[in-house]
């Protein structure tokens, strides 16, 4: 009873406030927008479309995260596919030991997810979006349609052709889900439609000055690069790799489209050279070193750099690149360090200044004798610069400190060296001088390179930012301008436009320090080869070798082939009394790097995902990719 009275004023109090409240239980939420607000707001417009950009897949990047099975960005991938090897923890040395190339789950990408919402943005913003104006629904749907472009090509270069889905798929519950699937489209379809959207949209975009959002040169960059894949494909797919094609053209580009592909790809590019404000960055320092770097990290008064993903301190938006990849002698409260380390193979690919091939120089003519050096610096004076720019290597600056880099010491016993190397870091030999530098290398130690180089590019030099507290808000460059000369002497190159070719390609030679006119003759091995020391670390590699149809030769997971290993270059302190032209000095010894193990063996089912049963079970529609 005593119960009962307690309840029944209880519910009669509750009765009261619902009565003096009767659309209590109607009112609206709060902190939820409704389509209508959403699709009438601009700034809230803007915020869906950041929500689209931070969607945008890569392969590498500056994070390390994924949307499910769609990857999203992983820098780690530098160690498993770009001109690196993994230093990191030891949990993950798998990643010097690929076998081969998941057919699956590599680079596998179907993010049909955006896709969609892509498309239903655009339908909403152009039936619904009723307090917009004109102007204002045009520049959203223009940046919305890029989206989707962009899209469509980190696809097609994965998956070769795939459905086109460019409207809403609505389900009428009528128990036949046929009408929804669609078949994939012919690759060269694929890339047509992104060249015909840039097209449609490039004079709409505005965003003036912005390079976190699409404007009308952002555009174009993707043409730029979307239509050299697509003319690569089409020529070296019929050269070198002809099996990999389907009946349908799902996969495979026809041979006779190659020049058409690379004339659009020229012109987009010379537009953005010619009427563009980007220019190449120059610092005026006269360190043609540094003023690389700054090309690619550096935000303020750049104005190479293209598009962008980026970072702010100041909205808390920051990753942990430097934090995993600052070199170790320098870490502050790292618990992890050095993880991506680059390969001595990548830095032989710079050019001396005086043209002469890159190979660094260890031992003499003859080969008697090993070359000695005064300081460990030496053995790369005189190197392209973009090599400073890209790499840290023993005696260079970084973050106010010079390197310091030694494996051990050689000691003369009268008749041959005796190499002794120390189990640890920062040690000392028995005559008082370093054994073992603070930054290695070193054979078996984790999170301390073991190539005998480290990550320059992309590693944020600001003071604690490779902290846990304050971490980097570098940004990731998806587009700058030394690609857009690139693409532009490639092209021309293969139209037989020679002269335009070497004019675009010695540009960027002379801002690495080379004197004007340094190539006089061009050959698609060199073309080949300014792509991979310029554009490092930036999510190239991979696909350059897939669409030019060697990524299959050059690492073909025989181990003799330099090419599928992973090199280093340790220095060591010579010991010799008595012998001062050799005594004190420094040595080098090129190996394959230690804890690096299965050569790079890239198989011809790779140059395509293959497709999941899921996605061939939900639509029958769906083909396979070839050697699926």
């Known amino acids: 009873m005593k119960m009962l009275k307690k309840t029944i004023p209880l519910f009669l109090c509750i009765t009261a406030l619902v009565a003096c409240q009767k659309d209590w239980l109607d009112r609206k939420p709060r902190n939820i927008l409704t389509d209508d607000q959403v699709l009438n707001d601009p700034s809230q417009i803007v915020g869906v479309l950041a929500n689209f950009y931070s969607r945008l897949p890569s392969d590498q990047g500056l994070d390390d995260i994924a949307d499910g099975g769609d990857r999203?960005?992983?820098?780690?991938?530098?160690?498993?596919?770009?001109?690196?090897?993994?230093?990191?923890?030891?949990?993950?040395?798998w990643r010097n030991n690929?076998?081969?190339y998941d057919f699956f789950g590599s680079w596998y990408l179907w993010n049909y997810g955006l896709i969609r919402d892509i498309n239903l943005m655009i339908d909403?913003?152009?039936?619904?979006?009723?307090?917009?104006?004109?102007?204002?629904?045009?520049?959203?749907?223009?940046?919305?349609?890029?989206?989707?472009?962009?899209?469509?090509?980190?696809?097609v270069k994965r998956m070769g052709g795939v459905p086109l889905v460019t409207t809403q798929l609505l389900y009428d519950y009528s128990g036949d889900a046929s009408k929804l699937q669609q078949p994939r489209a012919k690759e060269a379809e694929v890339y047509d439609f992104i060249a015909s959207e840039v097209d449609a949209i490039k004079e709409d975009l505005g965003n003036g000055g912005s390079i976190t959002r699409a404007t009308k040169f952002t555009a174009l960059a993707l043409k730029s690069r979307a239509m050299l894949y697509a003319a690569s494909i089409a020529k070296y797919n019929a050269l070198n790799t002809p099996q990999i094609t389907t009946p349908g053209g799902e996969v495979g580009i026809p041979a006779t489209r190659a020049n058409e592909y690379y004339d659009k790809a020229l012109i987009a590019s010379q537009e953005i050279i010619t009427t563009s404000p980007f220019r190449l960055y120059r610092n005026n320092t006269g360190n043609l070193g540094e003023n690389f770097y700054e090309a690619v990290n550096k935000k303020a008064t750049n104005g190479e750099v293209i598009f962008v993903k980026d970072y702010l301190a100041a909205k808390d938006k920051r990753h942990f690149f430097a934090y995993d990849n600052i070199v170790r002698s320098i870490r502050e409260d790292n618990l992890g360090s050095s993880s991506v380390t680059p390969s001595l193979n990548l830095v032989e690919s710079f050019d001396y200044l005086d043209g002469s091939n890159g190979a660094v120089k260890t031992r003499t003519a003859d080969n008697s004798d090993y070359i000695y050096y005064d300081k460990i610096e030496d053995i790369f004076a005189n190197k392209d610069a973009r090599l400073y720019g890209t790499v840290v290597y023993g005696g260079a600056p970084f973050k106010g400190t010079v390197i310091d880099m030694q494996a051990g010491v050689m000691v003369w016993n009268g008749t041959a060296y005796q190499t002794t190397e120390g189990n640890d870091l920062a040690t000392k030999y028995t005559d008082g001088g370093t054994l073992v530098a603070a930054a290695g290398p070193h054979r078996a130690i984790q999170e301390v390179s073991n190539t005998g180089f480290y990550l320059r590019k992309f590693v944020d030099a600001t003071p604690q930012s490779s902290t846990r507290g304050v971490r980097s808000d570098n940004w990731w460059v998806w587009f700058r301008l030394g690609e857009i000369y690139l693409n532009a002497s490639e092209a021309a190159f293969e139209l037989g436009r020679t002269g335009e070719a070497l004019g675009y390609i010695n540009e960027l030679r002379v801002r690495a320090g080379f004197p004007p006119n340094s190539l006089t003759t061009l050959s698609i091995a060199k073309i080949q080869s300014e792509r991979r020391v310029e554009l490092a670390f930036e999510d190239h590699r991979l696909w350059d070798?897939?669409?030019?149809?060697?990524?299959?030769?050059?690492?073909?997971g025989v181990n003799d082939n330099p090419n599928a290993r992973v090199y280093a270059l340790y220095p060591y302190?010579?010991?010799?009394?008595?012998?001062?032209?050799?005594?004190?000095?420094?040595?080098?010894?090129?190996?394959?790097?230690?804890?690096f193990g299965a050569p790079r063996n890239f198989q011809l089912q790779n140059y395509y995902t293959f497709i999941s049963q899921d996605v061939m079970n939900n639509n029958p529609k769906i083909v396979k990719n070839p050697l699926q």
């Open 72 to 93: 999203i960005s992983q820098w780690r991938n530098m160690a498993n596919y770009d001109d690196a090897m993994w230093s990191g923890q030891s949990n993950e040395d």
């Open 98 to 100: 690929i076998f081969g």
């Open 124 to 155: 909403n913003i152009t039936t619904k979006s009723t307090q917009l104006t004109a102007g204002q629904k045009t520049q959203f749907l223009a940046e919305l349609r890029f989206i989707r472009a962009f899209n469509y090509f980190q696809l």
């Open 545 to 556: 070798l897939k669409r030019w149809r060697i990524a299959d030769q050059v690492w073909n």
């Open 573 to 595: 302190r010579v010991i010799r009394p008595g012998d001062a032209a050799r005594n004190n000095k420094f040595v080098f010894v090129k190996m394959v790097a230690p804890r």
